[in-house]
């Protein structure tokens, strides 16, 4: 049943998105361009879409690199491989129309490909590209701008809440000045951009301009997060448009971390196999170890001993100002127990309005000697009168 | 306080000794030993003599160093002749060992008179004693049951005269046949026998070593024992508390308490009355005249009163003029001497004759 479903659903979207392709597919009208170039030749669709041919390559595999460049998109290198199809290579362009190159055949210095893309649109012009250029429309006659744009971010790894300081670097690469620049800087959902500015200054040839802005993280998820390039687009003196755009960046958002102490009380009896001799002195260490984030404030230490467990030396119940997170306070009671058995000692330590505890077992035993004691003092006249009982018994036997 | 010795020669002595011994415990039986010390009312050594070891192991208040065993064992079997040579050639020891304890004021002698060990020693004990030391020598002399044969009536008859021979200051007579009467059984008429000897002298010792009202000493018991034949005995009554103290004392005359048959009233020669008790009961005029009114019957008569918690109690020990009961013994022995000699000749004859029938004649093989 599911199966079925899936295969359904499976076959709705591919059907969806080959659309344009069936269609094209089936009506040789809807190709734009079905035909072959040679390398360093170039089309022109609907006046402001330019593709030229880069390269070709044979081996390892069929392919054909392409430069794209149209109205308010950075230019783009697309590499297609031969049997690709069309899906795999689409192109943006700035109305939100996408076209597709698909390769058909690679020969030694051209390649044949098709162009699809709106039924209504038309190549409106071949041209060569001359190799020195290297890109763009060829513009000899006036000074071009060449923003080259590189981002940023002072953290890799932000905290929600926090902010990430984002820094474009704009050098301006061309032999004129760029004007009329618009900075398209996308987003993260949650986060939101303070100081980012959408138009910035000209920039002169040569010349390199810093700006940056706060990227705060308010309501987002943790995670790693792609931040999508920015866009830049700018006009030379002479009006031609242009546009360039930096590299995208990870960024990783961590959750919030809270601020607070978190206290952690240790008990250690200093004993053999945790048993200690009635009446004998033993000492026991207590540790508090701040192992929160934050300063503590004042911190009481709260004993509870058994009944028949003393203090014998030092301070049990302890007050520290402050231990600062990381840090630790340390220190040693000598006590003393008077009852055999099995005893527990609980110590609380409290800052604030939170408190923490822990408690420590031991058993003490009687010394060999009191163990025995009653026994040797029973004894005693047992064998006085033993030995008186002897005594007589040898006085009066013969 | 008088230094006393006490010796019980022979298994009779040694067992009177040992019930002399247990009454210091305070008759407390078995296992008093364990827990008290004896107490003597005097300063009393004693010491258990015997050629028979196992007479002496047999004894249980006697300390083991106051046991002194004579080395030939196993007695001398009622032979008094093999017993004074015994003694003899033990007397350094024997006398030894008493003189290991010192210098006495009083001694007593205790043996049966028919053994052989006891009845051998003592007269020869009381010679040593005399010449060793300056005391004065008792000898308590118990006679055998009339039934034990010829032989305990023969060493009887020697014993005495030996005893009386050597002059000690006095005889004490216990008869074993006339005390049969406490008990059925001889092992338990010996018990009873013992311990009422044993109680009798030990009252004895308390009065002489006393240092209370009207005392007796040791002169008056020398003066009362050098009476009548020097033989006496010794009687006893305690009163129930109905009884004046005249009828106490009048009691400890009565046959039935003595130790030995006699007649107190015809046969007396000098007595000694220790009257005991707490002083309600000890009414002294009522005493003197009782005492009076028997000394026109008896003779000398010693008191003395022992003033002590307790109902009236009183020891009469007297010596006798005449003794009855000892001629019908001395009698009795004589003829069992006789019979004895005539049936060993008898014997001898017949053995002769016997023998006679082989005379001259050789045998042939
Ligand atoms: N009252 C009394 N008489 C005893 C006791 N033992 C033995 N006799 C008497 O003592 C006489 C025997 O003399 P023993 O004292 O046993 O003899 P012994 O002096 O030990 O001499 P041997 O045994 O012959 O070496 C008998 O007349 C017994 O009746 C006793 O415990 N109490
Ligand atoms: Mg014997």
Known sequence: ?398 | MLNILVLGIGQCGNRILDSINSEAFGGNGTFAKYYSNQKFPASVKTIAINTAINDLKGLKYTLAKDRFHVPHLHGVGANRTLGKKVFEDNKELIMGEIDKRGSFDLIFIITSTAGGSGSSFAPRLVEELKAAYNAQIVCIAVLPFREEGSISLQNTAFCIKELIEEKPNGILLVDNQYLKKYAGDIKSAYDKINATTARRLLFLIEALNSEMLMVTDLGDLKTVMNGGVGIGTMGFYESDNGNTVKATILGSFKPSGLLFPANVYTEGARAMLIIKGSKKYLDLDLINKTIEELSTEVGQVFKGVLVKKGPAKVLSLFTLNSIPELDRLYASAAVAIRTEKVKREESKKQLDNAFACIEELEPIY
């Open chain 1, 1 to 398: 049943m599911n199966g079925v479903r899936i295969l359904v659903i499976a076959t709705f979207f591919v059907f969806v998105l080959m659309t344009p392709v069936v269609v094209a597919s089936g009506n040789d009208s809807y190709y734009i361009f079905d035909n072959e170039l040679q390398v360093n030749e170039g089309i022109t669709i609907e006046t402001s879409i330019h593709i030229e041919v880069v390269e070709v390559k044979r081996i390892p595999l069929e392919r054909a690199k392409f430069r794209i460049t149209s109205y308010q998109r950075p230019e783009r290198m697309i590499t297609v491989f031969k049997e690709d199809g069309p899906q795999a290579n689409r192109y943006e362009t700035y109305s939100g129309a996408s076209i597709y190159l698909d390769v058909i055949g690679v020969y030694s210095d051209s390649v044949q490909f098709r162009v699809s893309g709106p039924s209504n649109w038309r190549v409106t012009d071949y041209y060569d590209v001359d190799p020195e250029e290297g890109g763009g429309e060829v513009d000899e006659a006036v000074t071009v701008p060449k923003l080259k744009i590189t981002r940023t971010l002072d953290i890799s790894s932000v905290q929600q809440g926090q902010t990430a300081k984002v820094t474009f670097k704009i050098k301006n690469d061309g032999n004129g000045t760029a004007s009329e620049i618009e900075l398209d800087e996308p987003t993260i959902k949650g986060a939101y951009r303070e100081g980012c500015p959408t138009t910035l200054d000209d920039i002169a040839a040569g010349a390199t301009e810093r700006v940056s802005y706060d990227l705060k993280i308010v309501d987002v998820e943790p995670g790693t997060y792609e931040l999508n390039p920015t866009l830049l687009n700018y006009k030379s003196e002479s009006g031609t448009s242009y546009s360039s755009e930096s590299s995208s960046n990870v960024l990783v958002i961590v959750a919030e971390e809270v601020l607070a102490p978190e206290l952690e009380i240790k008990l250690t009896i200093e004993s053999d196999d945790d048993v200690i001799i009635c009446g004998e002195r033993f000492s026991v260490t207590v540790r508090i170890d701040n192992t929160g984030n934050a300063t503590t404030g004042r911190i009481t230490v709260k004993s509870h001993l058994p009944d028949d467990v003393r203090v014998a030396g030092g301070e049990i119940d302890p007050v520290y100002e402050s231990i600062k997170p990381g840090d630790y306070e340390e220190y040693e009671v000598t006590m003393i127990a008077y009852e055999p058995g099995k005893h527990v000692i609980k110590m609380d330590v409290l800052w604030a309005d939170e408190e923490a505890s822990a408690s420590a077992e031991f058993w003490a035993e009687r010394s060999g000697f009191d163990k025995y004691y009653i026994y040797i003092l029973a004894a005693i006249p047992i064998v006085l009168i033993l030995l008186w009982l002897i005594k007589r018994r040898r006085e009066y036997s013969f």
